[in-house]
């Protein structure tokens, strides 16, 4: 018996010859092709023909430096596209492979694919290389193709993620498969069958279940359908550590000192189940455990991440790419549902994701730059510096360490009466796990309002959001202010006092506190009502003169102008005139003594005083009374009136402007100095 092993398609004559039987191949190059054929000595006969081939591929020496990752683009495409062959005579390279004997190969090929109607247009990157079935005149046939074999040991949780593109009204099936014994026996990974569309589809696997095995390959088999309308391709296959998120945070509420308290979990308060499948987190995910598995848990948490190539600020919600709820221990830690490991999200590899932190009741927070990964593994720790929350939203609550804002009982992403009035005051004198219990001791009580709301009211969150319908929240990128939005006619309104004090171009609008200094101005200032921020700024906004409202740099955000007398007029024709009552439906209720009840009586800023002519704001517009700054600097009015400025002048010296009295349902016009203080609403572009 004699035999011979050469390259595929190479002529056997005058190749390596052996005559030994069983026979034993030896001096073979790792991870290449090779095809054995055979012939008998007959003596006298002579030799016979050549028989063969069996073709076969050597093994590799195992990969185990991760990530691994092929996108094919180095690969040969000068190799004709194959139809139907069934020896596995397509030559792949870096040890991947195709299985002979089948119906047809995989290919390795550029741009569109020669059929319409499917296959891809391109690869996933764009003008690279992908592999795929040529289902051409190969109907109901099937094409297997290897990967090399790999070793996980180096991996804690290894993941394979590919992408794959399966279009035509006539695709059979994508499936893939595993094998840890050389292929002795195969465990199924995945399968999918039918059109996909005309794009390309990511798929993570988590291969978790074979962390530590030795020797693993992959097997990727395509079945085509009844006719040519059935190209399947392959692209970007990645080996890698499941994504892990190493997060630190602290929530005020229960910082104590160093670390949290965990007197939820000692109650045996904690839902078993993650509570932020409601408004406004609507998130689906399925996180549960038959008992809270660590003593030192204090809540669970929700993180989100988001993914953009902009600034921070255009990492809004359109950009979230994945979620997940775990649990939050007493150090900080962020964990997994065992209570121990770090949380895993299903991602590729990227240098653009900002997370995102929320909790029930604290402001959530976005990192202020993107998360940067090593080995698998994004570590972001916000405790440290104020600056590493975007825009420093969150506040120190220990010296040199920082923390969640507590106090927003409604999870609206604002700390205001209404957290106070409907959730405090209804929940106070109760135990439970509640939005109210601020601090998290597990009950509602005058410490929660006192220590926590009372400090934090008028904080908001800081986190980008898209604004894409009037009554949405809009965020002003320049001070991060959160505005209430209100649609009346056709016109889309601030539903709050502006208290910017940046121009749109980022500078500073000058700030002037003395009432000679005010009093000599005929250039853009502003100030806060009596010179006091912490009292008035959150409830009342800006007070401007009427030189800023019209400056070139633009005092309203991008998008939004400070309206035309005209303007002013449409929202007072659209409700019905200027006459009361029509003055009280454009003022907030709130009111003291106000006969409405509830939220709208109260004697706590924002408000208005007490009268007969009583807020309704029937249209959501909330006109707050923030008094003014006469032009020699004197403050008054602050509970009493408003002015708000339009952009139309009267003379020189002299501007229109809107106003409301609290002892008239009137909406007032009239001229006044320019260098008066008044408020400002911004109306969206039209």
């Not at 993570?204 to 395509?222: C, P």
């Not at 439970?432 to 904080?459: C, R, S, T």
């Not at 000679?516 to 009292?535: F, H, Q």
């Amino acid at each position: 018996m004699g035999y011979a092993w050469v390259s595929p398609g190479v002529d056997p004559l005058g190749a390596t010859i052996g005559v030994s039987s069983p026979i034993t191949l030896t001096l073979l190059i790792p991870c290449t092709h090779y095809q054995v054929y055979v012939q008998d000595d007959c003596a006298s006969d002579g030799l016979s023909d050549w028989i063969g081939p069996l073709t076969f591929q050597t093994a590799n020496q195992f990969y185990y430096t991760y990530p691994y990752e092929q996108n094919f683009d180095s690969w040969n495409t000068s190799i004709p596209v194959t139809f139907c062959n069934e020896d596995g005579s397509v030559t792949l390279e870096d040890c991947w492979w195709n299985l002979g004997g089948e119906g047809f190969d995989w290919d390795v090929y550029s741009g569109s694919t020669s059929s319409g109607l499917t296959g891809p247009y391109d690869d996933v990157s764009g003008g690279g290389n992908y592999i795929y079935t040529e289902a051409s005149e190969c109907f109901g046939a099937t094409a297997s193709v290897f990967s090399p074999v790999f070793n996980f040991t180096p991996l804690s949780e290894p993941e394979l993620s590919f992408y794959y593109h399966m279009r035509g009204m006539t695709v059979g099936s994508l499936s893939v498969d595993i094998t840890t014994d050389g292929g002795t026996t195969w465990d199924s990974l995945w399968s999918l069958s039918g059109h996909q569309g005309i794009i390309w589809f990511q798929e993570m696997l988590s291969l978790l279940a074979y962390t530590d095995e030795t020797s693993v390959q992959f097997r990727f088999t395509g079945l085509t359908g009844p006719s040519y309308l059935s190209d399947m391709a392959l692209d970007q296959v990645q080996i890698r550590e499941t994504p892990i998120m190493d997060v630190k945070v602290f929530l005020e509420g229960p910082f104590a000192g160093t670390e949290m308290t965990t007197e939820l979990n000692e109650a045996g308060l904690i839902p078993l189940v993650q509570p932020y499948g409601s408004e406004p987190w609507y998130y689906p995910g399925s996180e549960n455990v038959l008992s809270i598995p660590n003593a030192d848990i204090v809540d669970w948490v929700l993180l989100e991440i988001r993914e953009t190539t902009g600034d921070p600020i255009t990492a809004i919600p359109d950009s979230i790419v994945d979620r997940k709820a775990a649990f939050l221990l007493n150090n900080g830690q962020v964990v997994g549902m065992d209570g121990e490991s770090l949380a895993t999200f299903n991602l590729i590899a990227s240098d653009n994701y900002y997370l995102v932190l929320w909790h029930r009741n604290h402001l959530a927070i976005m990192s202020s730059v993107p998360l940067v990964e090593s080995q698998g593994v994004y570590t972001y720790d916000f405790t440290d510096q104020p600056s590493k929350a975007y825009a420093e939203g969150q506040k120190e609550i220990a010296p040199g360490i920082f923390g969640m804002i507590s106090g927003d009982c409604d999870a609206n992403g604002k700390i205001e009466v209404e957290d106070k009035n409907l959730c405090w005051t209804v929940e106070a004198g109760k135990m439970g796990y509640m939005p109210g219990d601020w601090n998290l001791n597990a009950q509602v009580n005058h410490p929660d309002k006192n220590d926590i709301w009372v400090e934090n009211f008028g904080h908001s969150t800081m986190i980008p959001e898209a604004f894409e319908n009037c009554g949405d929240k809009f965020l002003d990128t320049r001070d991060n202010q959160l505005y209430n939005t209100v649609l009346i006619g056709n016109q889309c309104w601030m539903a709050e006092n502006l208290a910017a004090t940046k121009y749109n171009d980022g500078t500073d609008i000058p700030l002037v506190t003395g009432n000679s200094a005010w009093e000599a101005l005929s250039t853009p200032a502003y100030c806060w009502y009596d010179n006091n921020e912490s009292t008035y700024g959150a409830a009342y906004g800006v007070l401007y003169n009427w030189y800023t409202t019209v400056a070139d740099n633009g005092l309203c955000p991008a998008g939004w102008h400070l309206p035309t007398d005209a303007e002013w007029t449409t929202l007072t024709d659209h409700i019905g005139g200027t006459s009361s009552p029509f003055g009280n439906e454009l003022k907030s209720c709130r009111q003291v003594n106000s006969p409405q009840g509830g939220s709208c009586n109260t004697t706590e800023h924002p408000r208005w005083n007490e009268s007969s002519e009583n807020g309704t704001d029937d249209y959501g517009f909330s006109g707050f009374p923030g008094g003014q700054r006469n032009y020699a600097g004197n403050f008054s009015g602050v509970g009493e009136y408003l002015h708000w400025w339009s952009s139309t002048g009267y003379s020189t010296y002299r501007g229109w402007c809107r106003y409301l009295n609290y002892n008239s349902g009137n909406i007032g016009a009239t001229d006044k100095s320019k260098r008066d203080g008044f408020s400002v609403r911004c109306l969206k572009d039209e």
